[in-house]
């Protein structure tokens, strides 16, 4: 539900009429809280970020670089303040709000990471047991980056980082022509590898197709990027985002 939320939020900043994108936004934010996921919260953060980052200009994100680095560096010398603490408190408190969950994915984990010791080249070929009778957590679940280990080792998995670094390199050089939409796809599929180390992404794929189908566009789509009288309407996203 976090990642259709993201999907959906970067895909309606590029509707035209006014009531369907307002509509779809915040249908999408209450999607990503209503979730209940701390990834997917973070995840939508970071995302926003890094699209705003893609749209905005070279001089720009120098400047913004140049003053985040001296806010960090006068609150470290006159605050008192460490930011890495400051961090690490907010990770804990994240781990922290849902500690019966966080405990039971440690515990999935580390029965995959045995697992994956066990038969590190080939895997195991499908996933294994449930960790508890009463919770449908199989080993090799709940986890792309791990599963994928376990399920099938070292050589599927480095297909999979193959996959996944040609595909977002081919996302960003289309997105080079300044295309918003090409950057929203690049931006999603930003997102979804965030989700690939606490969710099994392969469970994302009918219930996102239409997100999945933007990607693909994307891809299919040349590099060189014409205006349009839609993209170049005062209704456009970056307006949106703005406003």
């Known amino acids: 539900l976090g990642f259709a939320g993201i999907g959906i939020f970067f895909m309606t900043i590029h509707e035209t009429n006014r009531l369907w994108r307002m509509t779809g936004i915040t249908g999408a ?22 699209y705003l980052w893609m749209r905005s200009k070279s001089a720009y994100k120098w400047l913004l670089v140049s003053i985040s680095s001296v806010f960090i560096m006068l609150t470290v010398l006159f605050a008192g303040m460490d930011p890495f603490e400051i961090m690490t408190d907010i990770s804990n408190s994240l781990l922290m709000s849902r500690p019966y969950s966080t405990d039971v994915r440690m ?12 038969s590190p ?26 599963g994928t280990l376990y399920t099938g080792g070292i050589l599927t998995f480095g297909a999979f980082c193959l996959a996944i670094v040609t595909t977002f390199f081919s996302l960003l050089k289309r ?17 979804l590898a965030m989700f690939t180390y606490t969710e099994s ?5 009918f219930p996102n197709l239409i997100i999945f189908f ?8 040349g590099s060189k990027y014409e ?3 839609s993209d170049s309407s005062p209704c456009a996203d970056a307006e949106t985002l703005r406003t």
């Open 107 to 118: 515990l999935l984990n580390e029965a995959t990471w045995k697992g994956i010791v066990e």
């Open 214 to 221: 933007w990607i693909g566009w994307a891809l299919s789509s």
């Open 29 to 50: 934010l209450i999607a990503i809280i209503g979730s209940l996921g701390r990834i997917s919260v973070a995840a939508f953060l970071m995302s926003l970020f890094f």
């Open 121 to 146: 080249i080939i895997g195991h070929g499908w996933q294994g047991e449930r960790i508890f009778e009463n919770v449908p957590m199989p080993i090799g679940s709940h986890s792309t980056i791990l």
């Open 227 to 229: 205006e349009t009288e």
């Open 175 to 191: 997105s080079l022509n300044s295309d918003p939409r090409h950057i929203s796809a690049l931006t999603i599929f930003f997102a």
């Open 201 to 205: 992404i392969q469970l994302f794929i």
